[in-house]
């Protein structure tokens, strides 16, 4: 099963304070989600033995090949469609695919017959994206009549508001967000107990409770259906459902996270998603032409291994970071970001922009470290004001994110803009560990230049193409140079090397080492500008 649509229901909102309600509809999906696996297979008659993988708002089952289960399959993926269009009209949608397959095939007995399972799935998948609905279906969908004329201020859609302006599924997604922060258990019933319950397919309703009212629910209720527990393996009851979910949080709102910030008040979105995922699950295990490693079994255990990465290490590593000195700020401190959706392989986070550099490259290493160096993973980071619609902030890093993705080997990032884009080794190792460095050795042994000097050089260096701009810039360089006297030599030493490398770098011809500078000096004006600059 396959849901289409899940990063635009999370983040086409427009409205302010949008950092709960972006929370509560990603924890909401990832309930979903596994409420449709638990749906189906006591549809089934089948136990969680049968579940493979999900993550990423989709999944993978081991189903007996009968008439019944695929009359099932198909009216389970109808009705849920169906519901799907009631509540959200065509933002959201399920696609179930399925391959027959005998053991042979799973044991890959005939070499390349247990990765032909897999692209068949997706192929039927694939097909069912492209054609969603039927005639009949559209028609409905053209006939319908929208009760008011206003639009939802969170989701632009058009219905009955109330008065803040506000859909009924946006309006109860508010309320859940509240009760996101403070409750860990979430029971699923076959009736509406709460005004902050959520609809779920199937007649079903999601609230959350606290541990002791969950226990009572679950002894006494004929309303409780099942219940789901957050990253907690063990609550009391051996029928509850762990669910790992990445919600490691510094700050509830935008606002908190900017001011959290170094430097310039700004706040930073990261997307990003590990490489070449698919040709490691295609072709991951195989031994040259030695395909026998290619089993059920270590595709299952891989999957699970990086959706407990991405959902649950994701907040152990994000703390423990905070005790360390962080690469970007140079210090140790808090980690000023909050995780907005983790799961399957990718992330998207927000924060403080310079957390945000900070929290990529400690993601980077522990997946590099987790994976045994196997794994990569790429990115784009932008950098934005707190009170910038986060449905254009989304969009944009998702361009950025496609810049790395289109570095051969990937295995990168992009900072603020496309310019910005280099393959991890080149960011960490030049602009970080060189250039970014000689800027902050240059600024602890000499004083006197404030950031109308280091933007000066910026504006040169980005028209360096032009030969008056290099005389400027040597002109400038060589004017500014420190009095031995008053200065000391050390600061004389410093500027020298700074000024030099400057002009070398300005001069490149292949222009990597000017461009790697201009990342560098846009990372430290950022980090030492004020609000006033």
Known sequence: MDISGIQSFIYTIAVDKALKQLRSRSIYLEILME???????????????NLIYSGGGHCYMILPNTAQAKSALAEFEKES??????LFDVSLYIGIGYAECSYASLKNAVPGSYAEIFSNVSRMISGKKLHRYSAEEILQLNSRKHHGERECRVCRSTGILNDDGRCPVCAALERFAADVMNYNVFIVTSKKISDNALALPFGRYLTARSDNAARAMMDSSPDYVRTYVKNNLHMGKSVAQNLWIGDYSYAKEFEELGNASQGVRKIAVLRADVDNLG??????????????????????????????????????????????EMSISGKS?????????????????VGAWNSVLDAFIV??????????????????????????????????????????KSVDGKNAITCFSAEN????????GKVLSEKLALLRGFADCTSGYGNSFLYNILELLRNSSEKINLAR?????????????????EAVKRYSEFAKNVYTWAQSESDSDRRQFISALLIFVYLNRCEVD
């Open 363 to 404: 993601l980077k290493d522990a997946l590099k470290k987790f994976s045994q160096g196997t794994l990569t993973l790429s990115g784009g980071i932008g950098i934005y004001d707190h009170s910038f619609p986060i449905n254009v902030m989304a969009e944009e890093v998702a361009e950025l994110e496609d810049c790395s």
């Open 333 to 349: 401190a808090p980690m000023a970001v909050t995780i907005v959706y983790s799961g399957g392989d990718d992330v998207f986070l």
């Open 473 to 489: 810039l040597a002109y400038l360089l060589s004017r500014l140079e420190p009095n031995e006297r008053t200065a000391g030599a």
């Open 279 to 324: 040709n490691t699950f295609v072709n991951g295990f195989k031994r040259g032409q030695d395909s026998r490693y290619e089993t059920l079994t270590r595709s299952a255990v891989l999957s699970r291994q990086l959706s407990l990465f991405f959902k649950g290490y994701i907040n152990t590593i994000l703390r423990e970071a905070s005790l360390k």
């Open 421 to 428: 884009c280099y393959s991890w080794d080149i960011f960490t």
């Open 35 to 49: 409420h449709l696996i638990d749906e189906l297979l006591e549809m089934l008659h089948l136990t969680r033995a």
């Open 81 to 86: 469609n169906t519901w799907f269009r009631r």
